[in-house]
Nanobody, 126 residues
Framework: QVQLVESGGGSVQAGGSLRLSCAASGRTFSTYGMGWFRQAPGKEREFVAAISAIGGRTSYVDYADSVKGRFTISRDNAKNTVFLQMNSLKPEDTAVYSC????????????????WGQGTQVTVSS
């Protein structure tokens, strides 16, 4: 059974940083695309970032325009874990952040992921 467990959420003031982690279990995820989505109260879920399986030495990464330059996604295949480093946080980043996995090499915007975590709350105060 596949499980995705997020951690690292919390409350922070604007300008601060948080690092989210998502530990995957139940399979070996090194060949799967992984990513992060978020959903703010009263809004639809939106894509945040994605990282492909590592091909050669390189993973492809994608970011929503709203987080480019502030967030960094990375993965540790040995630990089946994907990370989201969030810097220069803004109040509009407040949301429940969920990690997601696709059973292809690359998570693409608009394609429904195969597995979801339960989410972790991030609250940014002004």
């Amino acid at each position: 059974q596949v499980q995705l467990v997020e951690s690292g959420g919390g409350s922070v003031q604007a300008g601060g940083s948080l690092r989210l982690s998502c530990a995957a279990s139940g399979r070996t995820f090194s060949t799967y695309g992984m990513g992060w989505f978020r959903q703010a109260p009263g809004k639809e879920r939106e894509f945040v970032a994605a990282i492909s399986a590592i091909g050669g030495r390189t993973s492809y990464v994608d970011y929503a325009d709203s987080v480019k330059g502030r967030f960094t996604i990375s993965r540790d295949n040995a630990k089946n874990t994907v990370f989201l480093q969030m810097n220069s946080l803004k109040p509009e980043d407040t949301a429940v952040y969920s990690c997601a996995v696709v059973t292809s090499s690359r998570l693409r915007v608009g394609v429904e992921p195969d597995y979801w975590g339960q989410g972790t709350q991030v609250t940014v105060s002004s």
